[in-house]
């Protein structure tokens, strides 16, 4: 299905921003409140599994999208959620305006350790 206005401007936009080709945006509902996402290890499609809570669905856009700039950018990136990774993404919750609580409590609840080590190591402060 097409993905919704929100979505491919959010994308286009952090394309033009790291410089690098946009994938394709697999997009698709989900009946639960709360998102899905992958992405592709050659970087030509993302998708993400839209619930029906737009910031969730957002923030699965973000992560795909830092998944996916990484790949392109790092040669050596094989789509792990490693401080790298971590690194690459709280400059990019930053910088289009998601919520870092929002982000943090998501992200922390699939990937603590590495969580806490890089928001720490960025300046933030996370008790865990
Ligand atoms: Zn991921």
Known sequence: MEPPRWAQRLMARM??????????LHWKTRRS???????TLHGGVIGVGAGSDKQDARLALLHEM???ILLKLVPEYRGEHDARFYDFLWPIIRRYRFPMKVALVFEGSHHRRTVALTYRRGGGNLKC
């Open 66 to 68: 830092c998944h996916n």
């Open 33 to 39: 409140p709360s998102s899905s996402g992958y992405c």
């Open 15 to 24: 394309a033009h921003d790291y410089k690098v080709v946009a994938p394709y």
